[in-house]
């Protein structure tokens, strides 16, 4: 429970540190957030209008690589990881307090949640404004349940995002995200030569079986037993890593 206070602590005092900053943060989201909906929305409108004949592979596509990303906070620090390496730096700095490890990955946890419903919330209302299909397809129940079902996803690569974060370098992690985003386009295009497409499936379940959906509660579930795992790996590497 102390962890818990300390890390939530620490997520008020950069609120209360840099209001520029956060500011600044929340602009970009909305901007960059609209835009990806718009993108979205229309592969969808497209999907749905020809009943999967055409863009089923694109959306999916687009699908499994963003929604990951609503678990981030953008901002000029961030977007600078390769050429600056801004997590390794301030985890030596919160090593230097010192902060224990624990507290600063629940503090990193806290900020992935606020950031999916900041984004995600933005996103998800947004495409749904944005794509005239949807709004016929999906009940605003079952739009909910759609939209649950990939933020689970989301969470499920969120525990592999933190901790390549904190245990490797910034090109590493650039490396290592490209990677993931090439396994999960991967995997998608397995499916659709298989005669699949994700984003149909959790359409048919979210109209289905709406905040029932199985598919939701499963990829909430497995999301979040993705982030605890890789949070207590990441804890025991964190004690050999080398910050210098």
């Known amino acids: 429970m102390k962890t818990i206070k300390d890390a939530w602590f620490m997520i008020q005092g950069d609120f209360r540190g ?9 602009l970009f989201s ?26 089923s592979l694109l ?19 961030t977007m600078k990881y390769w050429s600056e390496d801004p997590y390794t730096k301030t985890l030596a700095y919160f090593r230097s307090m010192p902060i224990p490890s624990a507290v600063i990955l629940c503090k990193r946890k ?9 984004n995600g919330g ?12 949807l709004r016929i397809e999906l009940s605003l129940s079952s739009y909910l349940s759609f939209a649950l079902s990939w933020v689970g996803l989301g969470l ?5 995002y933190i901790s390549m974060e904190l245990l490797v370098s910034g090109r590493a992690y650039f490396w290592l995200t490209i990677l993931i985003v090439l396994l999960s386009m991967g995997s998608t295009f ?14 048919s379940y979210s109209q289905e079986w709406g905040l029932l959906s199985p598919i939701m509660w499963g990829m909430l579930l497995l999301g979040m037993i993705s982030v605890q795992l890789f949070s207590k790996w990441t804890i025991h590497r964190l004690k050999s890593r080398d910050l210098i």
Not at 38 to 50: A, F, H, K, R
């Open 18 to 26: 840099d209001k520029l900053r956060v500011l600044w943060t929340f």
């Open 59 to 77: 959306v999916d596509f687009l699908l499994v690589s963003l929604i990951p990303m609503l678990g981030f906070t953008f901002s000029r620090r």
């Open 110 to 118: 806290f900020q992935a949640v606020l950031a999916f419903v900041l």
């Open 190 to 203: 397995l499916i659709w030569l298989a005669g699949g497409n994700l984003f149909l499936y959790s359409i």
């Open 30 to 55: 909305i901007l960059f957030m609209g835009y990806l909906a718009l993108l979205t929305g229309m592969v969808v409108d497209d999907v749905l209008d020809s009943n999967g004949q055409t863009g």
């Open 122 to 133: 933005l996103f998800f209302v947004l495409m749904y404004i944005l794509s005239s299909h």
């Open 156 to 160: 499920v690569l969120t525990g592999v």
